[in-house]
């Protein structure tokens, strides 16, 4: 069974503060990878998408993928109130096919 | 432009019925998708297509859920004799061929009562 792993958390993180989110994943040859956020009650929003070992920034946001470890993190800096939700992690193919969501995990800003 | 639409938002039907639930993708978008989530998880991919062919079906939980996209754009995704265990918010995605960044409708609330 192909499997992506996330701590469900919650994360509780000051506000200002560095949020870091990890994930793992079991199937060696997926080659695309996306974290999602979620706020309760609405669909899953694409933030960042990772395709190639190392670091990708956007914004506040960096996305890292070590594929030797099968590890991928979401490092959210300066958090905001506005960031408290789920994350998804995701893993898939090259090109258009399936991906596999871990259950999420639960991000609190606190004031 | 416009994103992802699904209709209806929300639908409650009693068990046994029949449901069809619509997806609008992002227009020149050839990958469309479909997904069901229940609370506390992630999305479960049920199936997808590449223009009107269903490239992977493999998540349909069993024959009584079936999709179509006859003209590669709308997809209705079916399913017969609906059980309590049915009800979920499902999800469409879509994406383009080249790439694999989704972008998700809304969803469809299916509670089966």
């Known amino acids: 069974q192909k499997e992506v792993e996330q701590n469900s958390g919650p994360l509780s993180v000051p506000e200002g503060a560095i949020a870091s989110l990890n994930c793992t994943y079991s199937?060696?040859?997926?080659?695309?990878f996306f974290w999602y956020r979620q706020y309760s009650g609405k669909s899953p929003e694409l933030i960042m998408s990772?395709?190639?070992?190392g670091d990708k920034e956007d914004g506040r946001f960096t996305a890292q993928l070590n594929k030797a470890s099968q590890y991928v993190s979401l490092l959210i800096r300066d958090s905001q109130p506005s960031d408290s939700a789920t994350y998804l992690c995701?893993?898939?193919?090259?090109?258009?096919?399936?991906?596999?969501f871990g259950s999420g995990t639960r991000l609190s800003i606190r004031p | 432009g416009a994103g992802v639409s699904q209709t209806p938002s929300n639908k409650v039907t009693e068990k046994g019925k029949y449901v069809e639930l619509r997806c609008d993708p992002i227009?020149?978008?050839?990958?469309l998708y479909w997904y069901r989530q229940s609370l506390g998880q992630g999305p479960e991919f049920l199936i997808y297509?590449?223009?009107?062919?269903?490239?992977?079906d493999s998540g349909l939980p069993n024959d009584r859920f079936f999709a179509v996209r006859p003209e590669g754009s709308v997809s209705t995704l079916k399913i017969q004799r609906t059980e309590r265990g049915d009800s979920a918010v499902y999800l469409c995605?879509?994406?383009?061929?080249?790439?694999?960044?989704?972008?998700f409708g809304p969803g469809t609330r299916l509670t089966v009562l």
């Open positions: 199937d060696r040859v997926s080659q695309s």
């Open positions: 995701a893993a898939g193919g090259g090109s258009a096919s399936k991906i596999i």
């Open positions: 297509f590449q223009g009107t062919g269903a490239a992977d």
């Open positions: 990772i395709y190639s070992n």
């Open positions: 995605a879509s994406s383009f061929s080249t790439d694999n960044e989704q972008f």
């Open positions: 227009s020149g978008h050839t990958a």
